[in-house]
Every structure is written in structure tokens, then in C-alpha cells.
């Protein structure tokens, strides 16, 4: 696949997710992702309002991270949390799954804790992605989320958080992308941090990159 810079911004949702970082920083972030046109600002769900007003009138969307990173919330509280995202301006929605759930074998769970997201996203016109972090996760288990995916229909399946005990992998970015087909949009996220990376994730069937070196990547671009 060829791509010039402002294609590849346009796959890659930049991130700004650490616990620490203030107003002004937030706002800095902001506007480095409308200079460089990155598809999505990805934030935690309380600056949602703040990075909107600064995003409102540029392509970038707001993308607020449900869940995030445990995803260890009743399935009301991540309602409640995607419900108010999108109140204050959230464009795309990023949910961590309930992975003890996942692991004590509750798939009506995970299957009713996707619809919900997914639903709510739907009737406001939002974007919803379901984050698997599949640092933790068999390749059965993997496997048995896509197949959930494929009922519920969210837009994108992604590999991980970035804040787990691993990041995307090109294997994973595979299987995914080999069950849920053109169906729903994979996107690989974690520890990408090199065009050459970021490229292999495309190559394997990656859609959307997650990653905070965005600006590095598309300035490897020649």
C-alpha cells in the first residue's frame, strides 16, 4: 500500500491517555493533532469537553476511552460513561471489555456489555470501537470476541490499550482481521512507535493505528 502523510494521518487516532497530564497539555495536543490532521484525538472521558471546543472546527474527531484501561466497570457505569462522552462532544467511543468476566467464561456478559456500547453509539451517530487487550487473552478467546463482534457490529475491533502487559501484534492484527473480514475495521494499538511498524500493522489488516508517536511516524514518511 503507498500512502503520503495526510493519508496515513487519517488512519491514525493519536493518543493522549496518561493520568497526569493538565489542561494546557491537553490543549497543546489538541492542536499538534489538527496541524498534522491525525483522524482522532484519543483522550480519557473527562477532558471530552475541553478538547472538543478546541477540535470543533477541524477534521479531527474526539475520541473518549471508556472503561479505561481495566475495563473492571459494571456494564450501567460504562453506559453512563459512553452516554456522557458523547453528551460533551465525543465522536468515537473506545470501550475496554470486562476482561475477569471474559475469563470466567461469561460470554452472554461480554455479548450484552457490547451490545450496549455499540447501541448507544449507533443511535448518536458514533463511531465504537471494542477494545480486547489481548495481552491477556488466549487465541481462542480472541477468537470467540471477533465472533461476538460479528453479531453486535461494532465499527472497529482493537488489539490492546497500551497500558497492558503487551501491545499490538502483527499475529493478532492477522487472526483478527481474518474472522471479522471487511465486516468491522481492526485497529492495532500499543508499542507502535516507527512508520515501519505502523505500516506492517496496515500490511497485516490494520485500519486505524493507535499510538502517541504519530507525529514521528508521519514524519518518517518521504
Known amino acids: 500500500m503507498i500512502l ?19 489542561d494546557e497539555q491537553l490543549l497543546d495536543f489538541c ?16 477532558p471530552v469537553a475541553l478538547c472538543h471546543q478546541a477540535l470543533k472546527d477541524t477534521d479531527v474527531h474526539v475520541g473518549a ?24 462532544g465525543a465522536d468515537e467511543i473506545d470501550y475496554v471489555v470486562n476482561i475477569g468476566k471474559l475469563k470466567s467464561g461469561r460470554w452472554d456478559y461480554i455479548e450484552e456489555e457490547m ?20 495481552c491477556y487473552l488466549t487465541d481462542e478467546e480472541k477468537m470467540r470476541l471477533c465472533e461476538i463482534a460479528l453479531l453486535v457490529r461494532p ?16 499475529e493478532d492484527v492477522r487472526l483478527m482481521k481474518r474472522i471479522v473480514g471487511d465486516k468491522i475495521g481492526v485497529k492495532a494499538a500499543g508499542g507502535i512507535r516507527s512508520l515501519d511498524t505502523a505500516l506492517a500493522m496496515i500490511e497485516a489488516g490494520a485500519s486505524r ?14
Not at 471508556?66 to 453528551?87: C, D, H, N, R
Open 115 to 134: 451490545r450496549c456500547i455499540v447501541d448507544i453509539c449507533k443511535q448518536a451517530g458514533r463511531l465504537s470501537k471494542v477494545i480486547f487487550e489481548n
Open 4 to 22: 503520503d502523510r495526510y493519508a496515513l494521518a487519517r488512519m491514525i487516532d493519536q493518543t493522549l491517555l496518561k493520568p497526569f497530564v493538565s
Open 65 to 88: 476511552a471508556i472503561g479505561f484501561p481495566l475495563g473492571q466497570t459494571t456494564i450501567s457505569v460504562k453506559q453512563y460513561e459512553t452516554k456522557k462522552a458523547i453528551e460533551e
Open 31 to 46: 492542536k499538534e493533532c489538527a496541524e498534522n490532521h491525525f483522524v482522532m484525538a484519543a483522550i480519557n472521558s473527562a
Open 209 to 222: 493505528i493507535g499510538t502517541s508517536a504519530g507525529v514521528t511516524i508521519i514524519n518518517e514518511l518521504v
Open 155 to 170: 465499527d472497529y475491533i482493537k488489539t490492546s490499550t497500551g497500558f497492558g502487559t503487551g501491545g499490538a501484534t502483527i
